[in-house]
């Protein structure tokens, strides 16, 4: 049993220095641009049932600061009253147009559809698809355009900040951040073509336009569920460079309401977001049970074999709160880091069972295998 501790600690003290020194190859953000004739930027936004969502996204794009934007806001067969509420909020605002979606096409992925025909609405330079549940600083447009200064970045994207809410979104949504600063090589996500080592999230994805259509934009990934993913490798393999940043300073996503949408939510893309490999699957097992939960057991086994069996978990507490409070997050969620880990891996099993049993995975009311 000391022996087991002994390397967990070792293990966990190596994995931390690790993200440390990872996280240092997420890019600084330049200063905020001016330019004396800004370039067009189309803001996008498909929509489905966001009536929870929709008031307070026009508002944030109401305050935002660039001088040269456009808003095309796209309802995809809504059964709420998304796309009335949409249509009287921006009447008085001609930067905005509300479009209702075609029906879906027979091999195309609902969000992947919607975002193809607001890209083909769009007259700007750059184009940003956001959720609707997303919200931006107010600079953040000046803040992301100097990225584009190097001509062969054809996409910036970053995971927001993430605040929330019920019980399952407390313990699953914060590990988004977690995973990929432990285990994504950013050096070579940033700076490098190496596709494998591509990580983007859906709710801002900010493309050069010229790039954006070189790679035939969303009809390149047009059955795709995690499109987000699947965009930056294409981008990639044409050559493209991609700027995963930590977008925590300047967006904002209020992701999931409830438990039942975290867990569907993540259920649709976690078994999917691996390649849907057994191998990596029973890997990650494997891993987060003895580092990650495993140190919660040595711990209570403290009082009868002494503190050393406490150094795994402090360990474990130490990686979690640094990416927390780099990310923006709520400070006290690292103390149930082990219950996260054990939540992580059961959507990931019911993900991979689902699949395997030819099951759909149900999102806003549409079924995707």
Same mark, same amino acid.
């Given at each position: 049993?000391?022996?087991?501790? /002994?390397?967990?600690?070792?293990?966990?003290?190596?994995?931390?220095?690790?993200?440390?020194?990872?996280?240092?190859? $997420? !890019?600084?953000?330049? %200063?905020?641009?001016?330019?004396?004739?800004? !370039?067009?930027?189309?803001?996008?936004?498909?929509?489905?049932? *966001? *009536?929870?969502?929709?008031?307070?996204?026009? *508002?944030?794009?109401?305050?935002?600061?660039?001088?040269?934007?456009?808003?095309?806001?796209?309802?995809?067969?809504? +059964?709420? +009253?998304?796309? +009335?509420?949409?249509?009287?909020?921006?009447?008085?605002?001609?930067?905005?147009?509300?479009?209702?979606?075609?029906?879906?096409?027979?091999?195309?992925?609902?969000?992947?559809?919607?975002?193809?025909?607001?890209?083909?609405?769009?007259?700007?330079? $750059?184009?940003?698809?956001?959720?609707?549940?997303?919200? =931006?600083? %107010?600079?953040?447009?000046?803040?992301?355009?100097?990225?584009?200064?190097?001509?062969?970045?054809?996409?910036?994207?970053?995971? !927001?900040?993430?605040?929330?809410? +019920?019980?399952?979104?407390?313990?699953?949504? !914060?590990?988004?951040?977690?995973?990929? #600063?432990?285990?994504?090589?950013?050096?070579?996500?940033?700076?490098?073509?190496?596709?494998?080592?591509?990580?983007?999230?859906?709710?801002?994805?900010?493309?050069?336009?010229?790039?954006?259509?070189? /790679?035939?934009?969303?009809?390149?990934?047009?059955?795709?569920?995690?499109?987000?993913?699947?965009?930056?490798?294409?981008?990639?393999?044409?050559?493209?460079?991609?700027?995963? /940043?930590?977008?925590?300073?300047?967006?904002?996503?209020?992701? $999931? *309401?409830? @438990?039942?949408?975290? #867990?569907?939510?993540?259920?649709? @893309?976690?078994?999917?977001?691996?390649?849907?490999?057994?191998?990596?699957?029973?890997?990650?097992?494997?891993?987060?049970? &003895?580092? $990650?939960?495993?140190? &919660?057991?040595?711990?209570?086994?403290?009082?009868?074999?002494?503190?050393?069996?406490?150094?795994?978990? =402090? &360990?474990?507490?130490?990686?979690?709160?640094?990416?927390? &409070?780099?990310?923006?997050?709520?400070?006290?969620?690292?103390?149930?880091?082990?219950?996260?880990?054990?939540?992580?891996?059961?959507?990931?099993?019911?993900?991979? #069972? %689902?699949?395997?049993?030819?099951?759909?995975?149900?999102?806003?009311?549409?079924?995707?295998?």
């Amino acid at each position: 049993m000391e022996s087991l501790t /002994i390397i967990l600690s070792g293990g966990l003290f190596l994995s931390f220095l690790w993200i440390i020194i990872n996280g240092l190859f $997420y !890019p600084a953000y330049p %200063k905020p641009m001016k330019s004396a004739i800004p !370039p067009l930027v189309s803001i996008l936004v498909p929509m489905r049932d *966001e *009536e929870r969502n929709v008031l307070q996204l026009i *508002e944030n794009f109401k305050k935002l600061t660039y001088s040269n934007l456009e808003f095309i806001l796209l309802d995809d067969h809504s +059964s709420d +009253s998304t796309y +009335s509420l949409a249509v009287d909020s921006t009447k008085k605002d001609s930067r905005f147009s509300i479009l209702q979606g075609a029906p879906l096409k027979k091999g195309w992925a609902g969000k992947v559809h919607a975002c193809y025909q607001l890209s083909h609405a769009a007259n700007g330079d $750059y184009l940003l698809f956001l959720d609707a549940d997303a919200r =931006l600083k %107010k600079n953040t447009i000046e803040s992301m355009l100097p990225f584009f200064q190097n001509e062969k970045v054809g996409l910036v994207t970053g995971f !927001p900040r993430f605040p929330v809410t +019920s019980w399952l979104s407390k313990l699953v949504v !914060p590990m988004q951040h977690f995973v990929i #600063w432990l285990h994504l090589p950013l050096a070579l996500a940033n700076y490098s073509s190496y596709k494998p080592a591509s990580a983007a999230h859906g709710a801002f994805m900010f493309f050069e336009r010229s790039a954006y259509d070189f /790679i035939e934009g969303h009809f390149s990934v047009k059955s795709s569920i995690v499109e987000d993913v699947h965009l930056a490798r294409v981008m990639k393999e044409h050559g493209f460079q991609v700027k995963l /940043i930590n977008a925590t300073p300047f967006v904002t996503c209020h992701m $999931y *309401e409830t @438990n039942q949408e975290v #867990w569907n939510g993540f259920l649709k @893309n976690i078994y999917i977001g691996i390649g849907k490999s057994p191998l990596m699957a029973m890997g990650l097992t494997l891993f987060y049970s &003895l580092f $990650y939960i495993a140190p &919660l057991f040595l711990a209570l086994l403290s009082p009868f074999y002494g503190v050393w069996f406490l150094v795994p978990l =402090l &360990l474990v507490w130490m990686q979690k709160l640094y990416i927390d &409070l780099r990310t923006g997050q709520l400070a006290y969620l690292f103390l149930f880091m082990p219950i996260s880990a054990l939540a992580f891996l059961v959507i990931l099993h019911a993900s991979m #069972w %689902k699949s395997w049993r030819k099951q759909h995975y149900i999102w806003k009311g549409r079924a995707y295998k």
